[in-house]
T-cell receptor, first 117, second 112 residues
Framework: GAGVSQTPSNKVTEKGKYVELRCDPI?????LYWYRQSLGQGPEFLIY????????DSGLPNDRFFAVRPEGSVSTLKIQRTERGDSAVYLC???????????????FGPGTRLTVL | GNSVTQMEGPVTLSEEAFLTINCTYT??????LFWYVQYPGEGLQLLLK?????DKGSNKGFEATYRKETTSFHLEKGSVQVSDSAVYFC???????????FGTGTLLAVQP
């Protein structure tokens, strides 16, 4: 079946602009995660949704970052007033549920590469 | 807080050589431990996992044992292939949250 998809695959924007990144999780997965991977680093957690609600947003770096998942499926990560330091690959993952269960594997999308000029 | 430290790369090996990539962690409680792999041009994939002390995760010839006494989860493979060339990430999931905490990744390059 289809995996996690993310659009766009690449986004180039100018400093100060607003961007939206989209994630389509695997059908039926109730948990959705956003991570950010800077060059040469491992992914860093941003936010986790269980259904429509943000169950853990402790990784969002500041109030310029916001994410929604209004119908419990597709999610959008929104970044206001982008800065050059926001340049990174933004990864989305989904899992069957958000419970810390042995087989609750997170499946990752290919990522969106954001470049802020 | 929880954290993962893994050996820096790149690691360059000849085909059929033995591989070890070191990973240690800091965590409260009893985390689950993972190795993820990122092949060139592809997304992150789960390679193997272990959820409690002394568990051994294995997949595709790779193994890692959850060692609580040394807080380690080293990745090993007895005979690497060119197709194993990728970036390997050690990760943990702890407490009541399902979020993953990753190490910085180790690039493995296997030469024929």
């Amino acid at each position: 079946g289809a995996g996690v998809s993310q659009t766009p695959s690449n986004k180039v924007t100018e400093k100060g602009k607003y961007v939206e990144l989209r994630c389509d999780p695997i059908s039926g997965h109730t948990a959705l995660y956003w991570y950010r991977q800077s060059l040469g680093q491992g992914p860093e957690f941003l936010i986790y949704f269980q259904g429509t609600g943000a169950a853990d947003d402790s990784g969002l770096p500041n109030d310029r970052f916001f994410a929604v998942r209004p119908e419990g499926s597709v999610s959008t990560l929104k970044i206001q007033r982008t800065e050059r330091g926001d340049s990174a690959v933004y990864l989305c993952a989904s899992s069957l549920s958000g419970q810390t269960h042995l087989y609750n594997e997170q499946f990752f999308g290919p990522g969106t590469r954001l470049t802020v000029l | 807080g929880n954290s993962v430290t893994q050996m820096e790369g790149p690691v360059t090996l000849s085909e059929e050589a033995f591989l070890t990539i070191n990973c240690t962690y800091t965590a409260t409680g009893y985390p689950s431990l993972f190795w993820y792999v990122q092949y060139p041009g592809e997304g992150l994939q789960l390679l193997l996992k272990a959820t409690k002390a002394d568990d051994k995760g294995s997949n595709k010839g790779f193994e890692a044992t959850y060692r609580k006494e040394t807080t380690s989860f080293h990745l090993e493979k007895g005979s690497v292939q060119v197709s194993d060339s990728a970036v390997y990430f050690c990760a943990l999931r702890g407490g009541a949250t399902n979020k993953l905490i990753f190490g910085t990744g180790t690039l493995l390059a296997v030469q024929p």
